[in-house]
Structures are given as C-alpha cells and as structure tokens.
C-alpha cells in the first residue's frame, strides 16, 4: 500500500509560479511511474503530467505543454510539478497518482487516471482572473 500526500498549492497571480509536491510512503518508489492530474469544479478529471519509475521520461497534457515540467526524486520518495506562466484556466484540485511499473509502462508513464492505484487527496491551486 503506497500513501500519497500532495502540498504546495495555493493562490498565485495569472502569470506566476508554483511547485507541488508529493511524496510517497509504503512500497518502494523507484519502482512507481508516477502523475499529475486536476480537477476543476464541474468537470471531468485531466491528464496534467507523468513520470516514468526511473524519471527518465516524462509527457504532458497538451494544456500545459511548455509552460509545467514533472521530475522524480527517488532518494526523496518524491514527484514534484513545476508550474510555470500559470492562467487562470490553471485553477483546479491537482492530485497526484501512482503505478506500480510492469512491462507495458516501462519506457512510458499512463495518461489515463484509470491506469493508476493509488491517489493522493489533493492540493487546491487557484489562479484569479
């Protein structure tokens, strides 16, 4: 059983920065491809961003493309999200999540929240406009 716990978020001006965090515990994390996703009020669940178990290959969804960046610290049991030039459109509930890797996601992380087994309870970020 792996617990996940996210942190970091808040309010940020249009245009700002943030970095989440979420670190692991139970299992062993290097083993885990790690994501990202958010949740806005009244919509479904996004992809944002994931990770493979070794951290070596990332991919994004194509809202965020360019401006967030996912990296993996195994010796920190920890993913971090790096947002950049954040929008209002940005603000949403982001949840981390993870998977166990196999050998049909060793050179790639999943994109669809259906592929992981673990959840976090998320962290709020909020972008006015």
């Known amino acids: 059983q792996v617990q996940l716990v996210e942190s970091g978020g808040g309010l940020v001006q249009a245009g700002g920065s943030l970095r989440l965090a979420c670190t692991a515990a139970?299992?062993?994390?290097?083993?885990?491809?790690m994501g990202w996703f958010r949740q806005a009020p009244g919509r479904p669940r996004e992809f944002v961003a994931a990770?493979?178990?070794?951290?070596?290959?990332?991919d994004y969804g194509d809202s965020v493309k360019g401006r967030f960046s996912i990296s993996k610290d195994n010796s920190k049991n920890t993913v971090y999200l790096l947002m950049n030039n954040l929008k209002p459109e940005d603000t949403a509930a982001y949840y981390c999540?993870?998977?166990?890797?196999?050998?049909?996601?060793?050179?790639?992380?999943?994109?669809?929240?259906?592929?992981?087994?673990?959840w976090g309870r998320g962290t709020q970020v909020t972008v006015p406009s």
């Open positions: 999540a993870a998977r166990q890797f196999s050998s049909k996601y060793y050179y790639n992380a999943p994109d669809a929240e259906g592929e992981y087994d673990y």
């Open positions: 990770v493979t178990w070794s951290g070596g290959t990332a």
């Open positions: 139970g299992g062993t994390f290097s083993e885990y491809n």
